[in-house]
């Protein structure tokens, strides 16, 4: 049984943060504050693990873990005890299992999509045109089909194709999503051993080895990687790259310009190389430097190492120095 | 029965029709506009569905919750119904384009009355021939109805603009009144009108009242060891579907879970679909499940609490022996159940989540709060806040009279059954031992055995794999 509060446990950092700072990132709330922290705390690998996660939910479990001392807190932030990083060495089965979800597989919106295409290649098997599909989603709908038709006339070629996906798996993993299925006389068992949690790792699991197989059926059928990086911000970041400022970007897409700052941030923590001399002349950055080696981590210590210079110049050099600090682990 | 009719019935896997059907079916091939009154489980689809396989163009149907368009969706795609669509608010902007452009080639749209006043909805289907025009729960159109939609009041307009197609309005629940104001309201001429009894003499009307919770409780497990056979257990809320399925998961002969929209989707389907194939047999659930499911075998369904509405009782209760075959349902309840429904429907929402909504109507608009639901609708039809505030204050009035006759039927000296069939305007059976009371041994000997079906135990993927790709060899 996975455990909320295990995983916020896992999740949460030696350092003090906002305990919404991690509700937003694992319920893959997009913004640049958001994602930030995200980087900040080494989070980003766990966007959108728990999108359902309500915030009630959420601040319930961070209270039970004050409650157990496994997090202490200061002002509005929460960071863990020795006691709750002891429970974390304990935890590192969980850990590993966590290790798999990767918010770049596109998760979500490949579980609808391979569950009914199952259902599709089993009603097939038994030459069944006529059955209850399990999605009545239209776009999920037109998808699979689309897949099947350029699918249907190796049918007996693309299961064999998922059973060797299969047997590449863990055994257990294997099983608890054949579980899941529907198809031709089974609809599933085990459902008391179900979660939305579970299932998702599972699945991730099955991406990876998936993405293994680049000229399979089931490959077509996940589409690849995404970009988390919303289009908007791509374009903006796109148009940044080929030498438009700041300002030439406001008028240009007739947007304000929190916006456009929102969307370069957003583009520098999701890994584009956006050069920080565009911010920053070299003395202003080798000032940063000097005060972020002497421990100077927040914006209003580095402001205070550099007066005069705007939010989004001291971002940018945050957000330089957390990925190279997280590139380098 | 006409030999297109039935050749159409045999399509969709039925031999004969059920009472009603013949007489709506004809009624609209005939070119009528048609009232139908029938009761839960009894085959509304059909009345629809064979007609719209036979007249050219799209047959239009409205429908107010989008979990029963999706069900009804599926059902007719597994039917082979033809290609059949769903337009509703989950649609993104580039698939509700894609969709009005092709909207001709479809041949059954279902459709919910707020998206039908859209502009881009009703031009595209101007341009596409509309043949019939569905209205799936027609009783939301009463005004002082428990069940009102504020745009069902638009839907005579619309079916004008549409080039005034045929109407087939359907409900299980229209005492006369509200059958005057459904045919006024979508402008039918010379309607045809069929109402057949709501009544389900086969099912036994038992109402039970306790002193205690902790008693309703105890009454659930030992009417759970008596009957044999599929169980729905409607309950107050998520968290006593999760408490009661906890509490008999070991029920000796009943395999057992839960089910409320705090599932999540996947879960959700498994468990119905286990439900309906017999892997599961015993649900613990609230009013979010059961629209669509078609589950002959229910043996008991238990109603926990005091509902708002007799039109909720009668829907939950529906759902039980649809094999034609002796069922028992039972609304069992304590004393403070009482109070807990009286404070429900007194209760107002706060003029500031009203606001809220209004500020942010895309992001309720899938809810499945009834409350919420209601004051979305009325952000659709045009309503501004201070109109919303003044409608829902005016319900109070509505809410008090509906729980009114929940009271009444409750209370009932004479037959529970006949109070039923006075709040519903229609005829049921005389009154017998076999009718309605306090559930009794006597009755709960006459219910069939269920079924012994074989069942196989899948263990391990490749077992599964063998299964469900067929390749035993």
């Known amino acids: 049984m996975i455990s909320l509060d295990d995983i916020l446990l896992l999740l949460l950092d030696d350092q003090p943060q906002r305990p919404l700072g991690l509700w937003g990132v694992i319920t893959g709330r997009k913004t640049a504050s958001i994602m930030f922290a995200g980087l900040q705390h080494q989070q980003l690998h766990y966007f959108g693990l728990l999108a359902g996660l309500s915030k009630p939910d959420y601040l319930a479990a961070v209270q039970r873990l004050l409650t157990a001392k496994l997090l202490q807190q200061t002002d509005e932030q929460v960071w863990r005890t020795a006691t709750g990083r002891a429970r974390c060495a304990q935890l590192h089965g969980m850990a590993a299992t966590l290790a798999s979800y990767d918010p770049e597989l596109n998760v979500q919106q490949f579980a609808p999509r391979f569950f009914l295409a199952v259902q599709v290649l089993s009603e097939a098997s038994y030459q069944q045109r006529q059955y209850v599909p399990l999605s009545a989603d239209w776009q999920v709908q037109q998808y699979v089909r689309r897949w099947y038709h350029g699918t249907r006339a190796e049918l007996a070629d693309t299961v064999q194709e998922l059973t060797v996906i299969f047997s590449q798996l863990h055994p257990a993993t294997a099983d608890y999503l054949a579980m899941l299925m529907i198809g031709h006389e089974y609809v599933g068992s085990g459902a008391d051993q179900d979660s939305p949690l579970r299932r998702e790792l599972a699945l991730c699991d099955l991406l990876h080895t998936i993405e293994s197989r680049p000229a399979s059926a089931w490959q077509r059928l996940w589409g690849g990687r995404i970009s988390l990086l919303p289009p908007a911000a791509a374009q903006t970041s796109a148009e940044f790259l080929r030498g438009a400022s700041v300002q030439e970007l406001v008028a240009r897409k007739h947007r304000r310009i929190s916006t456009i700052t929102e969307h370069l941030q957003l583009a520098a923590i999701m890994g584009q190389q956006l050069p920080l001399d565009r911010f920053l002349s070299v003395q202003q950055q080798a000032v940063l430097a000097t005060a972020w080696a002497g421990g100077q981590r927040t914006y209003q210590e580095l402001l205070a190492a550099l007066p005069g210079v705007e939010f989004l110049q001291v971002r940018m050099f945050q957000i330089m120095m957390y990925r190279r600090q997280n590139n380098a682990r | ?473």
Not at chain 2, 365 to 387: C, E, G, K, M, R
């Open chain 2, 1 to 473: 029965m006409r030999a297109e009719v039935a050749e159409q019935l045999h399509k969709f896997g039925y031999q004969n029709l059920r009472p009603g059907q013949d007489e709506i079916i004809t009624a609209v091939l005939a070119g009528r506009d048609v009232l139908g009154i029938l009761p839960t489980g009894s085959g509304k689809t059909l009345c629809y569905q064979i007609p719209g396989m036979l007249l050219p163009g799209i047959t239009l149907v409205v429908e107010p919750l989008l979990a029963l368009m999706r069900e009804q969706v599926l059902r007719m795609q597994a039917s082979g119904a033809g290609r059949v669509v769903a337009l509703n608010s989950s649609l993104d902007k580039a698939d509700m384009r894609a969709i009005l452009a092709t909207l001709a080639t479809y041949k059954f749209v279902f459709i919910s009355p707020e998206l039908l006043s859209r502009p881009d909805v009703l031009s595209a289907l101007t341009r596409s021939p509309v043949s019939l025009m569905v209205v799936d729960e027609a009783h939301c159109i009463y005004q002082w109805g428990p069940d009102f939609r504020p745009a069902y009041l638009r839907l005579g307009d619309l079916r004008v603009q549409l080039g005034s197609c045929r109407v087939l309005a359907l409900t299980a629940t229209a005492p006369i009144s509200v059958r005057e104001v459904i045919g006024r309201q979508l402008r039918m001429q010379n309607a045809y009108v069929y109402a057949a009894s709501v009544d389900r003499p086969e099912l036994f009307l038992g109402v039970e009242e306790y002193p205690q919770d902790g008693q309703v409780t105890d009454r659930v497990g030992a009417l759970l060891t008596q009957v044999h056979g599929p169980a729905i257990i409607y309950c107050r809320s998520k968290h006593q579907t999760e408490e009661l399925a906890a509490r008999f998961a070991h029920l000796a002969g009943r395999k057992c879970n839960f089910y409320h929209a705090g599932v999540d989707e996947h879960s959700r389907m498994l468990r119905e679909r286990q439900f309906i194939n017999g892997g599961l047999d015993t649900l613990f659930a609230t009013s979010a499940f059961g629209m669509g499911v078609d589950k002959p075998d229910v043996r008991m369904v238990l109603y926990l609490g005091v509902p708002a509405t007799l039109e909720d009782y009668q829907q939950a209760i529906g759902r039980a022996g649809r094999d034609g075959q002796p069922a028992v349902t039972a609304l069992i309840y304590s004393e403070r159940d009482v109070s807990r429904t009286a404070q429900f429907i007194s209760a107002l929402p706060a003029p500031s989540l009203v606001n809220a909504i209004y500020r942010d109507a895309a992001g309720y608009a899938n809810s499945d709060d009834a409350q919420i639901q209601l004051i979305v609708a009325y952000h659709q039809a045009h309503f501004t806040p201070a109109a919303v505030n003044a409608a829902l204050s005016e319900r109070l009035t509505v809410r008090s009279k509906s729980f009114m006759a929940v009271l009444d039927f409750l209370r009932a000296a004479d037959c529970h059954r006949a109070a039923l069939m006075r709040h519903f305007d229609s005829e049921g059976m005389a009154h017998t031992d076999a009718c309605c009371g306090h559930v009794t041994d006597a009755f709960l000997a006459t219910l069939p055995e269920p079924l012994r079906r074989s069942r196989r135990d899948f263990t391990g993927w490749q077992v599964i794999f063998k299964q469900i790709f067929n390749t035993q060899a």
